[in-house]
């Protein structure tokens, strides 16, 4: 059972099944713009422009272009100047939701707090101490 939500395009009521983000009209109008993108990136001259160009000679939204290659559609395999911006810092990146810059630098923030935090367990750890005392 699918639950009503309006349209991000154009604000109309649809029934959200999970399947699309947007309604059926707009859902058409996106499919004609997918195709009329994918004849102009088909052409070999084409297949290297970048979201920018693409954008202008066809005049779809920059944001369709990132939801395509983000979901598959457009695979920078085949077109090697599309992908859709990182979450961090907005670098054009093609897998994940951070680009690899901010991916690594995240990493090595982990490892520092893990190497900070186990260096805090070791100190707790060496002021515990046994005593022993001679009681009579």
């Not at 070999?44 to 598959?72: D, F, P, Q, Y």
């Not at 085949?78 to 690594?104: A, H, Q, R």
């Not at 982990?110 to 005392?133: E, I, P």
């Amino acid at each position: 059972m699918g639950e009503l939500r309006n349209c991000p395009t154009c604000n109309e009521f649809f029934n959200y099944t999970g399947m699309r983000d947007v309604c059926a009209k707009c859902a058409n109008i996106e499919e004609q713009q997918y195709e009329t993108v994918y004849k102009f990136l088909r052409k070999r001259e084409n297949r290297a422009a970048n979201i920018e160009r693409i954008c202008e000679v066809t005049g779809v939204k920059e944001s369709l272009l990132h939801k395509w290659v983000r979901k598959g559609r457009l695979q920078p395999a085949l077109f090697p100047n599309l992908g859709y911006p990182c979450d961090n810092c907005g670098k054009l990146t093609t897998s994940g939701k951070l680009c690899e810059n901010c991916t690594s630098n995240l990493k090595a923030d982990l490892k520092t707090f893990d190497a900070a935090k186990d260096f805090r367990d070791k100190v707790a750890n060496q002021d515990k101490g046994t005593y022993h005392s001679d009681r009579k």
